[in-house]
């Protein structure tokens, strides 16, 4: 089966390959990180302690693999800035970056598909024209203009809505959903506006066909026309497309994050740079390629649920 | 297998005494959109070129007395925290913004072209080995891996641009490698049927002069998402340094100057959006003219 | 007039369609009126572009779909005004009481779903079924229609069929729901020649069965000669001549008819074809008074380019839109010399 393989061989190839290429990118950056710990007065055999402390006088692969084996288990090694683990800096900024994205997806979707369907089922109407220019524009400017131009209107102006900071949901949903609201808007937007497109070519596309003709003259209603016919054969483009946004929109967390100060992942590899910290970049990293990965494997399985012929 | 958008594309063949540029050019202008995007990307590249001449206001002149001034008729767009004429900063900045981008796109190329033409021309083992890179680079998104690669080069314009361009290249090497195997295939068929066996470095010319075309509107796509990337990147503080300044980095200006002058972030992000959509447009344009039908939008 | 029991399965009257297209409005079809019984099957004859399509289209209220608009007349389905009916209704007298097949059986069916789950779609739509019985019932009507092993075959998908196979499939689909009326848009048009007569064969048997009445669009005059028990012929949105097959293609009146056969092949016979002279009229920049006249060797001008001439029809609805008919069944055969 296809995808067993996939998930056999394929994923933890690629993860391999991606954590490698990245490994090996920073270990060959300039500077050692062994000198900047140990400090601007350290002596020669005070670098080189440091230096077998870190494992960074053994070779490439080595040092690979007991990342790799510790990247499994969830060790991600030390930061070299924060002297603390990375995975406990990348679990306590796990929860503002998890929501923010789910929540962007969420609206992505039901804006997306919704004006989509919408402008298809009214074509040539305003709502058609509206979604046109607005799937133009929405992949032209930047996200974060977006999120400012939304924290203009609903904070600035409209005073409805916080225009930083974050609160955890166990804190009540009321305040977290006010504090989340913008910054997932304006991560979606984007995302959203290439849905639209996509959901309105392909579902007009499959309108025009012989088959839903059929369908029509053989008594059947709307409603199921679109479960039952246009979805699967519509549906496999868009959830690709969909797939693909949602990796990007990952992407997209740094900058929202940094707009809306709030302390998530995305914070946390800008700071990173800024402060070179390699096994912080490259835990992050791996944890992105890994949400990734797994994001490809569940549109290759949804394919059979969308079209059975695919599970032939 | 699903149909790809950029699908592979054959040039159009030379009619005897018109060049392809010029048949371009006259399919171009037939569609108005991309006409009007193919004016509006020239004057932009006109004042990336001479645009800080005529301009009398230095960009970087202080100001202090007038800092955060609204648009008048002597700032005609304001001025920043600094400042700084806004206008002239704008137009000195589009230089910057554009040469970013051109670099992100040549590094792609650099890096892509070959590597695709490589794998699309010999398969095989090759093929598979590149691709299986090319896939796994394509599995961190985006802005991450460039961040990524500018934590190892250092952040300033060119180093990030470089990171974009490392980020961009394997939509690079997929387009190539793609239009190369079906024009290889042709190529193959003619070479079978012709006078004999053909040199390689011949085939390989034949080739890129057969890939130019979808390579040309993916080019002007992928400047317009450079731009993008760009502003997001100066926006994080990795890019441009100050007091250079790009679109995107007066963006961050504005962005500092938030709730004091909030009215500085339209004008950067409007020449940002207006030139993204140009390059698109003009980028669906091209694609039009040259498979000869109407673009996809 | 006296009175009397409209015994017909379908009453078309004075049907016009119109579309607008780049700004012109064109009416491919218009003041159409034909009917038909029950277990008869009029044969709709005409060359592309004769509006033949598009009336079976409205008959069904399927143009809504197709962006045209009913803009007068009136059709009745066993005295039911189909096309004042709201939407809803409608949909519930498709497939149930109408059932339709078109040209190109593979692009009919949905490639994702199975093909017994297409057919039970219908059953269920109009009958309250289970889903295990209306998937048995859809078994039967694949049988029926004579695929083999249709047990198994329910549970393919139309790819593995070919397009005999499919058209016999939407046959399936159409009757499933045994309708009063069926409406076949160039049944065979995209099959091969062998496999035509025997689609169209079980078509008749089927027909006969059910006592369904049948409307069979076709531009190929041998499929009608040999299936319909009458014939309607079109030209520019327009019915030109009708009546029962014979007379219409033994006794043509209408020198179209009369054109349309010369060009026809006829097994055995080695006189040569006669085209038509001139081309079909486009839908916006039609001929004024009758819109054959440009063509037509018996046009008297002054008479038959300024009148459209009226469809007459006798006591048994044959008839024709001539101006002078007797003159085309004396027509030299001969449009040009050499």
């Known amino acids: ?312 | 297998m699903l149909q790809r958008k950029d699908a592979v594309v054959s040039a159009p063949r030379k009619v005897r005494g018109e060049s392809l540029a010029s048949k371009m050019f006259s399919d171009l202008r037939s569609d108005t959109l991309s006409f009007v995007a193919f004016v509006f990307v020239s004057a932009v590249i006109l004042i990336a070129v001479f645009g800080p001449l005529p301009v009398s206001t230095d960009p970087n002149q202080l100001n202090l007395r007038h800092a955060l001034a609204r648009p008048s008729s002597e700032f005609w767009l304001g001025t920043d925290d600094l400042g700084r004429d806004q206008f002239s900063r704008l137009i000195s900045a589009t230089r910057v913004t554009l040469l970013a981008a051109a670099e992100a796109v040549a590094v792609s190329l650099v890096i892509g072209l070959p590597l695709g033409l490589v794998a699309g021309y010999f398969g095989g083992k090759i093929d598979s080995v590149l691709s299986r890179l090319n896939d796994a680079l394509m599995s961190v998104p985006a802005l991450i891996l460039a961040i990524a690669v500018v934590a190892v080069v250092g952040p300033g314009l060119t180093t990030s641009m470089f990171a974009i361009g490392v980020v961009f290249s394997p939509s690079i090497f997929r387009l190539v490698r793609g239009s190369t195997m079906a024009v290889r295939s042709e190529t193959y068929v003619e070479a079978a049927v012709a006078i004999g066996a053909r040199s390689p470095r011949i085939m390989f010319v034949h080739v890129l002069r057969n890939i130019f075309p979808p390579v040309l509107v993916q080019i002007s796509l992928l400047i317009g998402i450079a731009m993008i990337a760009e502003a997001n990147l100066s926006f994080l503080g990795l890019g441009v340094v100050p007091p250079e300044a790009s679109w995107g980095s007066m963006l961050r200006t504005a962005f500092d100057t938030f709730y004091a002058a909030p009215f500085l972030m339209f004008a950067p992000g409007l020449a940002i959006g207006l030139t993204v959509l140009a390059f698109s447009q003009l980028g669906d344009g091209l694609g039009g003219a040259l498979t000869g039908k109407k673009a996809s939008r | 007039m006296t009175p009397r029991l409209d015994r017909n399965t379908l009453t078309v009257k004075d049907l016009s369609v119109e579309f607008t297209a780049d700004g012109t409005i064109i009416r491919p079809v218009d003041g159409v009126s034909l009917s038909i019984r029950a277990g008869e099957m009029l044969g709709l004859v005409g060359e592309s572009g004769s509006g033949k399509s598009v009336t079976s289209l409205a008959v069904t209220g399927l143009t809504d779909y197709t962006g045209g608009r009913v803009v007068g007349g009136s059709v009745h389905l066993e005295g039911t005004d189909i096309l004042s009916l709201a939407s809803r209704q409608r949909s519930d007298v498709l497939g149930r009481d109408i059932g339709m097949i078109f040209q190109q059986p593979m692009r009919s069916l949905n490639p994702t779903m199975r093909i017994g789950n297409q057919v039970a779609e219908v059953i269920r739509r109009h009958r309250r079924l289970s889903k295990r019985e209306a998937w048995n019932q859809a078994v039967e009507m694949l049988d029926r229609v004579r695929i083999p092993e249709p047990h198994k075959r329910a549970h393919d998908y139309p790819f593995s069929f070919s397009g005999g196979m499919a058209q016999r499939v939407m046959i399936a689909m159409a009757l499933a729901c045994q309708p009063k009326l069926m409406i076949a848009d160039e049944p065979t048009t995209a099959l091969d020649a062998t496999v035509q007569a025997r689609v169209m064969d079980l078509l008749r048997e089927l027909q006969q069965d059910l006592d369904v009445a049948v409307l069979l669009i076709t531009h190929d005059l041998g499929v009608a000669s040999s299936y319909c028990d009458r014939i309607a012929v079109m030209y520019c949105g327009q019915i030109v001549e009708q009546g029962s097959t014979a007379d219409v293609l033994m006794r043509p009146t209408h020198p179209y008819t009369r054109g349309l056969l010369d060009a026809t092949p006829i097994r055995g016979s080695r006189e040569r074809l006669l085209p038509i002279v001139g081309n079909v009229p486009p839908a916006a920049d039609l001929p004024s008074g009758c819109r054959f006249h440009p063509r037509c060797q018996l046009s008297v001008p002054g008479l038959c380019d300024r009148m459209l001439p009226e469809l007459r029809l006798d006591e048994t609805g044959c008839g024709d839109r001539c101006l002078h008919p007797e003159s085309a069944t004396t027509l030299v055969s001969g449009v040009s010399t050499g």
């Open chain 1, 1 to 312: 089966m296809k995808t067993l393989r996939r998930v056999v061989i394929t994923t933890p190839l690629l993860f391999v390959l991606v954590s490698f290429s990245v490994f090996a990118m920073m270990a060959a950056a300039p500077g050692d990180p062994a000198v900047d710990l140990a400090g601007q007065n350290a002596k020669p055999e005070d670098i080189a302690r440091v230096r077998s402390e870190l494992g960074l006088d053994q070779p490439l692969l080595v040092r690979y693999w007991n990342w790799l084996s510790g990247a499994v288990t969830g060790d991600f090694g030390t930061s070299y800035s924060r002297r603390q683990p990375v995975s406990e800096l990348i679990g306590a900024r796990l929860e503002p970056t998890l929501s923010l994205a789910l929540v962007a997806i969420f609206f992505a979707v039901i804006i997306g598909v919704g004006f989509g369907i919408l402008a298809t089922v009214r074509q040539g109407g305003m709502v058609d024209r509206f979604v046109s220019v607005i799937s133009s524009i929405g992949i032209a400017l930047p996200q974060f203009w977006v999120g400012m131009l939304l924290v203009m209107v609903f904070s600035l102006q409209l005073k409805a809505m916080p225009a930083t900071g974050y609160v955890d949901i166990s804190d009540g949903f009321a305040p977290w959903a006010a504090h989340v609201i913008l910054p997932a808007l304006a991560l979606s937007l984007m995302p959203a506006a290439e849905l639209m497109r996509h959901v309105r070519s392909s579902v007009s596309e499959v309108l025009d066909k012989d088959f839903v003709l059929t369908a029509r003259a053989k008594g059947m209603l709307t409603r199921p026309i679109y479960f039952k016919h246009v979805v699967r054969n519509a549906g496999i483009p868009i959830v690709t497309v969909l797939g693909i946004r949602i990796a990007q929109l990952l992407g997209g967390t740094v900058v929202i994050e940094t707009l809306f100060g709030i302390q998530g992942l995305g914070t946390l590899t800008v700071d990173s740079v800024l402060g070179r910290d390699m096994p912080t970049i490259l835990g992050v990293v791996a944890l992105a390629t890994a949400c990734v990965l797994v994001i490809n494997l569940l549109v290759d399985l949804s394919y059979r649920f969308i079209d059975p012929r695919t599970a032939q």
